[in-house]
């Protein structure tokens, strides 16, 4: 933790470890890169929040254990640019916020700048709702359930705790060198409790001798045709009717399943991660010497925690809840024969499936047997339904308390980081400087997510995480872009541009990368807003290419 290693471990001495270390081998140098890290588990607080956990609840859900590629694949994506950002960062020591508006185009300055707030205050709420639930529903239903507590009390009282608490450590980050040191501690603390959890409840389930170890191995070989088809698993069921009946429900499982992969894509990192990652880099003073610390970094400390907790929820809510009927809306009984009851959420959902076929029948034909069940399979689970569906496998008491700390743990971690990104924000938009009143106070900006258990009440709290991280994906190929024009750019890189096979390297791997992100952003932005969103995309893009002309006619004039 460079500025953070210890009273007296100033850079010049973290700077001397690392040249010492490289010199005694490999084995040295990542020993001291391990002790050296910290950004990196910054990213995996942010990462490790309620819209992957949401992605990968539904991923497990709707594709069974044919999904789990999908997570690994665009976090890798995310680490290429991830680590051009760092390069470019650590090799220049300027503020990206400075670089881009002088060296690339302003329009994309402010637009990443923007859009990086706007995506901070919308993924808050999500995560207040998520970490209001968790207490309510999991660990303190005596405390602060529906039959404890009025409910607008409860969120009221929740909501000034998280405040409290999220603010105070944001602040100490802000005081300083301990400030960071602490900061860093407890993230790291809050990652591993998340890992620990959800790898918990797989351990547990594969003691139980109920997982499929062939299936999650093949689940890891990436499959493009699910973007257009259910996965495989359906077919049984979709074999129930005729044509019509299997291309409706195919249509109804595809339309989810391709959300659900651009909220999992999204979530694995997100434009506000883009701005995260520099200014936390600059504010802990790294420069050139620690680049090969920033990619060990984010290769270690955001690539792995967040493929083993990602993984492990998917692989859990597959198995419980994949081709499943929700519990109760097919007349079901439990073990004492009692006919099972279902929640009045999974009710109304099921009735709401069951209108849209019937309307979609018409006067032609009555809703099936085959229809019910489909309807009562696609139903939104929460994931303290997944919680609570674990219990004969790993007891109440595991499943309660140890998967509702890994969520509040989600919820709170995510919280943090996006009121300290949004400091950054505020900080480069007014033109402030590390440590300033305006960094400070712009960190609340995120708070406004206190809002969201009161806005969604009486909803599926973690498919909400879904659309607002469809959202966060319009935005990201600003960043991408936005950076692999940085990287080209001599006049700011000079001497440390990569050149030859390097540079060619780079520009594949982030071409790929800003393509599929790009591929992300115009399917949700069609998906939902059809041309008026693609009209947005093009006059983004216009006002650019007319300042950038416009910026190189003064250059020519001169």
């Known amino acids: 933790m460079a500025e953070s290693a210890g009273k007296g471990m100033g850079i010049e001495q973290d700077r001397k470890r690392i040249l010492e270390a490289r010199a005694a081998g490999t084995g040295a140098t990542i020993a001291t890169y391990v002790k050296l890290s910290g950004p990196g588990w910054l990213q995996s607080a942010i990462t490790l929040g309620g819209g992957s956990l949401a992605g990968s609840l539904y991923l497990g859900v709707l594709g069974g254990m044919a999904l789990l590629w999908l997570q690994p694949l665009a976090m890798i994506m995310g680490i290429i640019m991830l680590s051009a950002i760092s390069y470019v960062t650590l090799s220049t020591g300027k503020r990206p916020f400075q670089a881009i508006n002088e060296h690339v185009n302003p329009v994309l300055g402010w637009g990443w700048l923007i859009a990086t707030m706007m995506a901070n205050i919308v993924w808050a709420l999500p995560q207040f709702s998520l970490a209001t639930a968790a207490l309510r529903q999991n660990l303190l239903p005596g405390v602060l359930g529906a039959e ?3 409910e607008f009390v409860a969120k009221g009282l929740i909501g000034v705790v998280l405040v409290i608490v999220c603010a105070t450590v944001v602040w100490f980050y802000n005081s300083g060198s301990k400030g960071i040191r602490l900061f860093e501690i407890i993230l790291k603390i809050v990652v591993a409790l998340i890992v620990l959890s959800f790898m918990g409840v797989v351990a547990k389930m594969a003691v139980k001798g109920a997982m499929d170890f062939k299936a999650i191995l093949a689940g890891f070989i990436p499959d493009v045709r699910l973007l257009f088809s259910p996965a495989h698993t359906f077919d049984q069921y979709l074999a129930a009717g005729d044509e019509a009946f299997r291309n409706y429900w195919s249509a109804k499982i ?10 999992a894509a999204a979530t694995a990192v997100g434009i506000n991660m883009t701005f995260l990652l520099p200014y936390s880099m600059l504010r802990k003073k790294w420069d050139r ?3 090969g610390l920033a990619i060990f970094d984010l290769s270690t400390g955001l690539f792995i925690p967040f493929v083993l907790a990602t993984s492990c929820v998917v692989i859990a809510s597959s198995q419980q809840f994949h081709t499943q009927a929700s519990p109760g809306l097919l007349g079901e009984t439990d073990e004492a024969g009692q006919v099972i009851v279902p929640s009045g959420a999974a009710r109304g959902q099921f009735d709401k ?3 849209a076929r019937a309307e979609a029948l018409g006067d032609d034909g009555t809703v099936t047997d085959g229809d019910r069940r489909m309807a009562a399979m696609l139903v939104k689970r929460d994931a303290f339904a997944l919680a609570n569906s674990l219990s004969p496998l790993t007891g ?5 308390y140890v998967f509702g700390l890994g969520v509040l743990g989600m919820g709170i971690s995510t919280i943090i980081i996006l009121m300290l990104i949004n400091g950054f924000v505020i900080g480069e938009m007014v033109g402030a400087p590390d440590g300033s009143p305006a960094q400070r106070w712009g960190a609340f900006l995120p708070c406004l ?3 969201g258990p009161f806005i969604w009440s009486g909803k599926v709290a973690f498919w909400l995480a879904v659309p607002t991280s469809v959202f966060g994906m319009v935005l990201l190929p600003i960043a991408y872009f936005t950076f692999y024009f940085l990287m080209n750019q001599r006049t700011l890189l000079g001497d440390d541009m990569p050149r030859g096979g390097k540079r060619l390297a780079w520009n ?9 992100a790009t591929f992300g952003s115009v399917w949700s932005v069609w998906s ?5 969103g693609l009209g947005g995309i093009g006059a983004f893009i216009l006002l650019a290419l007319v300042v950038q002309v416009m910026r190189r006619g003064k250059v020519s004039v001169r």
Do not use: C, E, Y
């Not at 595809?254 to 909220?263: N, P």
């Open 148 to 150: 404890a507590m009025n």
């Open 254 to 263: 595809v339309g989810s399943q391709r959300d659900v992969m651009i909220t």
């Open 289 to 291: 010497t620690f680049r």
């Open 353 to 355: 499936l069951l209108s």
């Open 396 to 400: 109440p008491v595991f499943a309660r």
């Open 449 to 451: 997510g206190v809002l």
């Open 508 to 516: 594949t791997l982030m071409a790929v990368a800003a393509g599929l």
């Open 528 to 532: 939902k807003a059809h041309w008026w």
